[in-house]
């Protein structure tokens, strides 16, 4: 809920809550790397201003969700579209 209204103000809030999304994926892509010994990219292709309009329409179906568990839908979703394996 307040990533949507951040977004609507263009505050400091909104770019914190990218920068911690994209750290969130750095970090499921460094763990697959380490456990399942493989590069693991998810989003990589896909730019940051995707990541933001995936995280606003998510936020906007789920105003009860916090922003954990938009990053771990976001996961799910672009994993699924890379076929890669963020377990």
Request: charged fraction near 25%; proline fraction near 2%; hydrophobic fraction near 35%.
């Given at each position: 809920p307040?990533?949507?209204?951040?977004?609507?103000?263009?505050?400091?809030?909104?770019?914190?809550?990218?920068?911690?999304?994209?750290?969130?994926?750095?970090?499921?892509?460094?763990?697959?790397?380490?456990?399942?010994?493989?590069?693991?990219?998810?989003?990589r292709?896909?730019?940051?201003?995707?990541?933001?309009?995936?995280?606003?329409?998510?936020?906007?179906?789920?105003?009860?969700?916090?922003?954990?568990?938009?990053?771990?839908?976001?996961?799910?979703?672009?994993?699924?579209k890379?076929?890669?394996?963020?377990?």
């Open positions: 307040e990533y949507v209204e951040a977004k609507r103000g263009n505050t400091k809030k909104l770019y914190s809550s990218i920068s911690w999304v994209q750290g969130f994926i750095s970090g499921v892509n460094y763990r697959a790397a380490r456990e399942q010994g493989q590069d693991s990219m998810i989003a292709d896909y730019p940051a201003t995707s990541i933001v309009d995936w995280l606003e329409r998510y936020c906007r179906k789920n105003p009860q969700d916090y922003l954990s568990d938009a990053a771990e839908a976001l996961v799910i979703e672009f994993s699924e890379n076929g890669s394996n963020a377990d």
